[in-house]
C-alpha cells in the first residue's frame, strides 16, 4: 500500500475485484494471494501432502522417509516449517524417528480415513 500509495480500503476492495475474477484468494490471516492462471493448488494441509509421498512413492513399513530438507524444496516451505508437519505425523503414528538427526521411517500407511 506504502509502495502504490493507496489506502487498505482501496487494496482490499482491489482484491474482492480480482477475487470475483478468479484472479486472487483469501490466505489465513488476513491475507491476499495471486493466483496464476492454470495453476492448480493443493491447498490441503502440509502434513497430508506430506502423508500423500508415502503412497505416491509406494513406501512401505520400515521404509525410510524423504528428510526434511528434500521435503522442504519439493513443497516449496521452510524447512521448520516441514518439521513441524513430520512431527505431526510422528504423533499420529505413521512416521517413526530415533531422534534427532536419525532417518524417519515409515510406520503405517495411511489412508484418507485415518487423516481426516
Request: overall charge positive; charged content about 30%.
Amino acid at each position: 500500500m506504502r509502495d502504490h500509495g493507496i489506502s487498505r480500503g482501496v487494496a482490499l476492495r482491489a482484491f474482492k475485484a480480482l477475487q470475483a475474477d478468479g484472479v486472487a484468494e483469501p490466505v489465513r490471516g488476513g491475507r491476499w494471494r495471486v493466483v496464476k492462471a492454470g495453476e492448480a493448488t493443493d491447498r490441503r494441509p502440509l502434513h497430508e501432502r506430506i502423508a500423500d509421498v508415502v503412497k505416491t512413492e509406494r513406501l512401505e513399513v520400515g521404509a525410510a522417509f524423504p528428510s526434511a530438507s528434500e521435503l522442504a524444496t519439493r513443497f516449496g516451505v521452510s524447512r521448520p516449517t516441514v518439521t513441524k508437519a513430520l512431527d505431526k505425523l510422528e504423533v499420529a503414528g505413521v512416521l517413526a524417528s530415533e531422534g534427532q538427526g536419525k532417518v524417519r521411517t515409515v510406520r503405517t500407511v495411511p489412508n484418507r480415513e485415518e487423516r481426516s
